[in-house]
């Protein structure tokens, strides 16, 4: 099973090869003991009873010894760490997805009704490299759209980042023609601050900012964290439920503005196609 994984990884890029191929070869060695009685049986036929091992002790002491760690291993691994994998998961949100709640709603996936750019109406074409194709609110703070243009793709296994603009599960094994826009919402005023988290941020960036759920993208935006981050701010529109209108400067320095209709379910999502957390609810 673990061989399937590791040649799985390697074979479509998934990301874990070395984590993936280091599990296997502590397999091989719990196997080893266990290789002449596999031969036995599928290579020549023969009738093979398992040889178990069981550890024989000189001393009282040591047998004390060696229950002792075992049950301290056992406590350790299945109770301790088993609560603190839970308090990280359920409590703090450190999740491979994006946590924060997004615009009310809005989840779904969107056609691009109509799109202006710097006063222009761009028609659709499968192949433009500028105006959206589609888009798709997420039930968390990430609006995505696609268009016909390469994006570095990323390697990582998607780790759980503290915050959600640097989480990478979503762009991880793309390799390319859709945008996330991670973004945070003033519901007084209808904007929306957003960041581009395709580009790379440097590590002085992804220190500052680790482990915040909520940046608080309105205030940066009147700092020099506008440039650094590249905020963007996008004024929205919800006519209805299956329609909203997005117009602001991209990341690009482009006016745009984006009509977006929304396309009928035809699977519902249901609540088990993502990850609760008690954190947040949506």
């Known amino acids: 099973m673990l061989y399937n994984i590791a040649h799985a990884n390697l074979g479509y890029d998934g990301g874990v090869h070395v984590y ?9 060695f719990l196997l080893v003991q266990y290789i002449p009685g596999i031969w036995k049986l599928f290579i020549k036929g023969e009738t093979v009873v398992p040889q178990h091992y069981i550890p024989r002790y000189k001393t009282t002491r040591g047998k004390t010894f060696y229950i002792t760690a075992k049950a ?33 709603n809005s989840e779904g996936f969107y056609n691009i009704k109509s799109f202006v750019l710097n006063g222009d109406s761009l028609h659709y074409s499968p192949t433009d490299s500028v105006r959206w194709h589609s888009a798709a609110f997420e039930r968390y703070s990430t609006l995505s759209y696609k ?12 780790v759980p980042d ?14 390319g023609g859709r945008v996330y826009l991670y973004y945070e919402i003033d519901s007084v005023e209808r904007n929306l601050y957003l960041v581009d988290k395709n580009q790379k941020f440097s590590k002085q960036t992804l220190k500052k900012y680790a482990d915040k759920d909520f940046l608080g993208l309105k205030d940066l935006y009147k700092t020099d964290a506008r440039d650094t981050l590249g905020i963007l701010r996008w004024h929205y529109v919800q006519t209805d439920n299956e329609t909203i209108q997005l117009s602001g400067i991209d990341q690009y320095k482009d006016t745009i503005h984006v009509e977006l209709t929304r396309i009928p379910q035809l699977h519902a999502p249901g609540k088990y196609w993502y990850t609760e957390n008690k954190k947040y609810h949506y």
């Open 20 to 28: 993936s191929s280091y599990f296997v070869l502590l397999s091989l």
């Open 162 to 175: 503290g915050t959600d603009l640097f989480k990478e599960y979503e762009l991880t094994g793309r390799a």
């Open 72 to 104: 301290i291993f056992i406590f350790l691994f299945l109770f301790v760490y088993s609560y603190y994998r839970y308090d990280m998961h359920y409590n703090k949100g450190r999740l491979k997805e994006p946590i924060l709640p997004g615009l009310k």
């Open 147 to 158: 268009v016909f243009k390469p994006f570095d793709i990323r390697t990582g296994n998607g």
